[in-house]
């Protein structure tokens, strides 16, 4: 009985008015203070940095007052110029605000550098696949050696150049078989 006393009493609604404004006030300041801080309407518009050289990239991004982290380079894409910018996040167009990290991948200078199996006694077909799915392109220009192996791979050549097995060229570089002509 004593707690429906203390509902209707004066007491009750006292510090019931006191809680509601003290939480009121609370969030009134949190909310201004929060705006303040975080900067709630500021918006910088991200540039489009793709193409640039790092050098040029960080001259926009500190112009605007943006910051830059390189995160990585990428396979090597032959549209872009070396060392460009060929990827960023946030997007161009987006819209951040000041201090805020634009995160960039590069385009390396060339491309990577692959090993070379052995496929001396591969048919042509075999190493054509096997090449061609590690990066490589092949050449049409075969180079025949007299052996009983009709197409059967005696070597490899590139620009001329004997390579063996385990030597590294670039991806893309372009692989001449020397085979078997299958004579005796």
Known sequence: MHFFQFIKSKLFFKQLAI???GFIVTFLCLKFWLNNT????QKIQVPDLEKMTITQAEKKLKEINLDYKVIDSASYNPLYPKKSVIEQTPAKGDFVKE????????????????SIPDLNGRTKRQAISE???IGFKVGTAYTYVKDIGKDVVRGLKHKNKTINPNDKLPKNSIIELVLGDGKR
């Open 38 to 41: 975080t900067n709630h309407n």
């Open 19 to 21: 809680a509601i404004v």
């Open 131 to 133: 090449l061609r799915a």
């Open 99 to 114: 201090k805020r990290k634009i995160y960039l991948t590069l385009n390396p200078s060339k491309y990577r550098d692959i």
